[in-house]
Each structure stands twice: as structure tokens, then as C-alpha cells.
């Protein structure tokens, strides 16, 4: 009964102590959200969400390693990587996530043309200027920076360069999921 007692008066006077503290100074919106979180919420732990952080690390890491003039494919890759499920399945390693797109994307034709035409759109954006999309038996555009080689070239650059990063231990070379992981 007493413990009960002796606990209480301990509480109500961290309490009052507490008060006096903070009655000098301003409440932050950084201090509801620490007093809401509770505490060691924190501890050890990044304030930015994983999904963010592994996003930030392939932004990052293109912009660093990809060879691109205008930057319409880095921010393309960059875009379609943040928004898919092979980021998602891979947040503590965003570059095997890289890697497998990279892969899915060479292993179709398809999906190929369209990150072409879709990186023509974005350079077009970029320049202010009207894209030069590829023709089908047409041979490409002199001045288009984005053509089926070109990519196809950049693509297979960045995969060499992941697996020297990750010192071979990148995915296997051929694609490992389904192709409908492209976003």
C-alpha cells in the first residue's frame, strides 16, 4: 500500500518538474510528433521511411553511374523503380532491384520500345522540343538521344556496373520474375 503511495507522489512530482521545464519554452510540431511516436522511437532507426530511402539510394546511384546527357533516363528509371514491386521485394538491396528491371526490361522488345519512346517524351519535356520517336523499318532519327541501341547500350552498362558493385553477387542474367513486375 505504501509502494502505491510512494510511486504516486514520484510520479506526480517528475510531473510538476516536467511542467516547470517546459513552461519556458515553445511547443514544436517536431516534439508532438516525438511525444506521439513515444519514446525510442527513434533509436537506431531512420526518420526517413525504407521505401524513400532505397528510392533516394537508386536516384543516387544513377545519377552517379549511368551515362546520360539529358538525365530523361535516370529520372525515368528513377520514377519507374519508386513506384514498382521489385522495389518493394528488395528495400535492403535497391540496386538488385535495379538489376532485375534492367534485365526485364532487355529480355522484351517491348518493353524495351516503350521505355525508348517514353524516354523521347521525357527528353522532349526536358528540351522543350518535339520528341523523335523510332519508326518501325525506319532507320532513327540523327538527333534522337534515345534510340532502341542506345538504351539497349545503357541498360547492359548499368547491369555490368551492379554486378562490379555488388561484386558479382547481382541477379542471375536472366530475368527471375515475371514480366509483369515492370511498372
Known amino acids: 500500500m505504501s509502494d502505491d503511495r510512494d510511486k504516486q507522489q514520484h510520479s506526480e512530482a517528475e510531473a510538476e518538474l516536467e511542467r516547470e521545464i517546459r513552461q519556458g519554452r515553445k511547443f514544436t510540431a517536431q516534439e508532438a510528433m516525438g511525444r506521439m511516436i513515444g519514446p525510442g522511437a527513434m533509436k537506431g532507426g531512420s526518420a526517413v521511411p525504407r521505401v524513400q530511402e532505397a528510392g533516394m539510394a537508386i536516384g ?25 514491386a521489385l522495389l518493394l521485394n528488395n528495400l535492403d538491396q535497391p540496386l538488385i532491384a535495379l538489376a532485375d528491371y534492367c534485365q526485364q526490361v532487355l529480355a522484351s522488345d517491348y518493353h524495351l520500345t516503350e521505355l525508348v519512346r517514353e524516354a523521347d517524351v521525357e527528353w522532349g519535356r526536358r ?5 523523335h520517336f523510332n519508326r518501325e523499318g525506319s532507320p532513327p532519327h540523327p538527333d534522337d538521344p534515345y534510340t ?19 561484386g558479382g553477387k547481382g541477379p542471375p542474367s536472366t530475368p527471375s520474375r515475371p514480366k509483369s513486375d515492370i511498372a
Open 60 to 84: 543516387t546511384w544513377l545519377r552517379s553511374n549511368l551515362t546520360d546527357s539529358t538525365g530523361a533516363l535516370q529520372a525515368l528509371l528513377h520514377r519507374r523503380l519508386r513506384e514498382s
Open 127 to 131: 528540351m522543350d522540343e518535339r520528341p
Open 148 to 166: 532502341n541501341d542506345s538504351v539497349r547500350t545503357a541498360l547492359q552498362e548499368v547491369l555490368t556496373k551492379i554486378s562490379e558493385a555488388t
